[in-house]
Nanobody, 117 residues
Framework: QVQLVESGGGLVQAGGSLRLSCAAS????????MGWFRQAPGKEREFVSA????????DYADSVKGRFTISGGNAKSTVYLQMNSLKLEDTAIYYC??????????WGQGTQVTVSS
């Protein structure tokens, strides 16, 4: 099992920045990738970004490319999401996830990000 805890959410004005953190514990060595998803009110959860521990490759949703940057810490146990130039439509609950194989099997409880005008 892997436990994930997000932090760093909050209220920010449009154009501002936030940095989300996700700390993993448990069988972190089994993770092949970690990532971020988000869910806005009335919408389905959507992919935001991911990082592969094996290759170091990163992936982003088109809506956040050029504005968000994902990075990882040591021992596959920490992942960050630097969010710049935030827009109103970035308002959502952001979830950290971990993937031991091809399925996103582990999820955090989420952290609220609210972007105001």
């Amino acid at each position: 099992q892997v436990q994930l805890v997000e932090s760093g959410g909050g209220l920010v004005q449009a154009g501002g920045s936030l940095r989300l953190s996700c700390a993993a514990s448990g069988r972190t060595f089994s993770n092949s990738a970690m990532g971020w998803f988000r869910q806005a009110p009335g919408k389905e959860r959507e992919f935001v970004s991911a990082i592969s521990w094996h290759s170091g490759n990163t992936d982003y949703a088109d809506s956040v490319k050029g504005r968000f940057t994902i990075s990882g810490g040591n021992a596959k146990s920490t992942v960050y999401l630097q969010m710049n130039s935030l827009k109103l439509e970035d308002t959502a609950i952001y979830y950290c996830a971990a993937r031991p194989g091809v399925v996103w099997a582990y999820w955090g409880q989420g952290t609220q990000v609210t972007v105001s005008s």
